[in-house]
């Protein structure tokens, strides 16, 4: 009866040593769901501008080496609601790992490469203050994942929101001309952002909003001051240099 004992003492020794195996199916370490809570910058109290069109977010993991974890990565965009998303993504404990975050509207004119991690634009049929070309972003560098954890990310707009104002649309209107609709002619846009340095590439030499209604909000920066009414004429969103000077020619269009 002893020997017996020892031997199902010594089975269930190797039981529960493969148990804690099966954590490692990779061979790569223990993994940890770890919950990224994406938000979108505040919300403003308008319909123009407010990024409520962005809800669609894309996910891209890369390793310490820049290499594009596509197994790792969610294979369809998460839906948010109220532009906030909440994924979980299983990670290697002790990897370091680099996160692009991406929230589009649906139809939005953008796509990304993701073993370049760019963003490229597409200008052509472009229609002014269309707000499905509002987006989002931000990249979590250098993640050590180390369990299961909640981390915070905030997106930040990567574009630059191109806004036309006149101070004497009250003015024209009492004689005669009343601006309904306009669009925009701009040359030489950027059509190419790397992700990871922000830095643009690549230029459209000529861009064309077509016509649209123009917006009928106030926007917070132009009330400023109230000795001056400005009117809101049109409101754009184009890839720009963070020293703005790659952007050479603005021609604003409109009909009355």
């Known amino acids: 009866m002893k020997k017996l004992f020892s031997i199902m003492a010594m089975v269930a020794v190797i039981f529960a040593t493969s148990c804690q195996r099966v954590e490692d199916p990779t061979g790569l370490g223990t993994t940890s769901e ?12 308008r319909a123009i501008g407010d990024g409520s069109e962005a809800k669609n977010l894309i996910v891209a993991v890369y390793d ?5 974890l596509d197994k790792v990565s969610p294979t369809s965009p998460t839906i948010g609601s109220g532009n906030h998303w909440d994924v979980t993504l299983s990670l290697v404990d002790g990897m370091v790992y680099d996160i692009v975050f991406w929230a589009q509207a649906d139809g939005a004119p953008y796509s990304l490469n993701q073993n370049e991690k760019t963003l490229t634009v597409n200008y052509e049929n472009a229609k002014a203050q269309d707000e ?3 987006a989002f972003y931000a990249v979590v560098e250098d993640y ?6 909640t981390v915070a990310v905030k997106l ?5 929101q191109l806004n036309i104002v006149t101070t004497d649309y009250t003015t024209a209107a009492n004689s005669g001309v009343n601006v309904t609709t306009t669009g925009l002619k701009v040359s030489n846009l950027p059509t ?9 590439s690549g230029s459209a030499e000529v861009v064309v909003f077509s016509d649209a209604d123009i917006p009928t909000e106030s926007h917070p920066s132009f009330t400023n001051t109230s000795d001056v009414e400005y009117t809101w004429l049109s409101m754009n969103y184009v890839l720009a240099s963070e020293e703005g000077d790659l ?6 269009t409109g009909t009355t």
């Open 156 to 160: 930040t707009r990567p574009f630059a």
């Open 247 to 252: 952007i050479s020619t603005v021609t604003l």
């Open 192 to 200: 190419t952002m790397n992700l990871f340095s922000g830095d643009v």
């Open 34 to 45: 770890v919950t990224f809570s994406v938000q979108s910058p505040d919300q403003l109290t």
């Open 64 to 68: 310490k080496n820049g290499n594009y």
């Open 132 to 134: 499905k070309r509002d």
């Open 144 to 149: 050590e994942a180390d369990g299961a954890n």
